[in-house]
């Protein structure tokens, strides 16, 4: 007959594991209420409560303000025991963990007090899972000082008071020891120094290594098992950020390999994590492309805000609170989308007779990423000239007069110069209006009132125009 231990243990494991993914979700709640029933009937209240407080969040039937208030009543109740608040205060702590509804230390301090309930104790397995859910939430944080003292905390656990056959006879310890590898995993990404050399390949091989190892641990727990490599995908993405990483393909196959398991894991909050950590990639993908590859970056862009509504909608249906990180990615997404789909051309605007200065600027701001419009290349035969001179002023962020003493109005210049002023008007800092005078040339009265640059050669002049442009470069890289 199995203990109350072990009954908990296997209720848990259902409530988050599932099974067959088209199986009646209702039935399935019913079921496991039913079960709960019984297991309180044997094993007393307490940990049943917590059981339910599991349930109705798997399924969405309660918010996590309110199951947060229910295991703390546990964790408070007097006749309670020590199991049973420790397991209410973790619950607690993982669910008050970046909640909007709470103090931002209010998590903390369910960690220390069920750490401190553990160690006075001597419950050394308890305390092992206890500090590798701080160690998470350090992480995730960044709160690198915090995170090395928990790794030391645990290490002098795992040193003093458990012993690795200890860990082999526990499948709740494989799992919390298959916990620890990743959260050791995340903070060598988040302490290696950036770098593309060989220290760079020797972190991420040892990344590897440790979470390829947690996720063989959890061979038989499909809901960890995902998360381990979701979790690890999503590591990646942030290492990228800050050390240049750019293997995204190496990246998409490990969320593959995630996507693939949730094809047999009924489990919103998985969803919602695996389409969050997607948007973050197609996110960083898309701003990484824009300067060399406009089309695919927005395309990479709008393939994130997809994701993001997928994750928003995922976690709305079990009621968790990450559903706000998610809408913050979507309308970070959203503004990305909304300024880089702004005009990005530059509209050059000369005498005919100086084109050949005008087409070696050209040049050059085509091959530094921007794209400039000539009327040369932008208006082919038969275009009305107004016409394509309009287009041209609206699809461009700047305007820039290139002043030479054969700039003088004619039939076309005053109307580029009545243009540029009025997309000024309309998009203020949005569009800029550059002013750059070659040898004796005269600036008109009308483009006097923005400033304008005397240029001594052609270097000064390119040099004034990317200090003026609302838009920029792009960051350097090899050329592959």
Known sequence: MKSCSERYDQILHVIFEGSDPYEDQDARFASLQHDIKDFEGACGGNDAEILRCYLDQKFGHADTPSLVMRLRRVATSPGAPVHSRLKALTGAATLSYRNPYFPPDLSVQFRSQAYTLAFGSELWKEAFNILN?????????????????????????????????????????????????????????QTAVP????????????????????????RANVHRRVNKQIEWASSLVKFARTNGYDNFDRIEAILDRAYRSLDAHVCSACRGYFYYTRAELLGFQGGTLFNTNRDRALDCWRGARRAAIESIDAYRREKHHFENEASDLLLRVEEELAKDSRPQEIFLSHKTVNKDLVLRFEKVLRELGFSPWMDVDK??????????????????????????????????????????????????????????????????????????????????????????????????????
Request: glycine letters at 6%; a negative charge; hydrophobic letters at 40%.
């Open 133 to 189: 859910n701080w160690l998470f939430a350090a992480l995730s944080d960044g709160d690198l000082q915090t995170a090395k003292e928990r790794i030391n905390d645990i290490e002098r656990i795992l040193r003093e008071h458990i012993s690795q056959p200890i860990i082999a006879s526990d499948p709740n310890l494989v799992e919390v020891q298959a916990r620890f590898k990743t959260h050791q995993a995340k903070y060598l990404l």
């Open 195 to 218: 770098s593309n050399g060989d220290a760079a390949d020797q972190v991420l091989c040892r990344v590897e290594e440790l979470y390829e190892s947690a996720i063989s641990d959890e």
């Open 379 to 480: 208006m082919p035969a038969g275009t009305q000239p107004l016409r394509g001179i309009h287009s041209g002023m609206k699809g461009s962020c700047a305007c820039v007069f290139f002043v030479t003493p054969d700039f003088e109005d004619d039939k076309y210049l005053r109307t580029e110069i009545d243009l540029a002023m009025k997309q000024k008007v309309e998009r203020g800092d949005e569009f800029a209006i550059i002013a750059l005078v070659f040898g004796r040339g005269e600036v008109p009265e009308i483009l006097k009132q923005y400033i304008y640059k005397e240029c001594r050669d052609e270097m000064e002049g390119l040099l004034q125009i990317l200090r003026a442009l609302p838009i920029r470069v792009g960051t350097v890289h090899w050329r592959v």
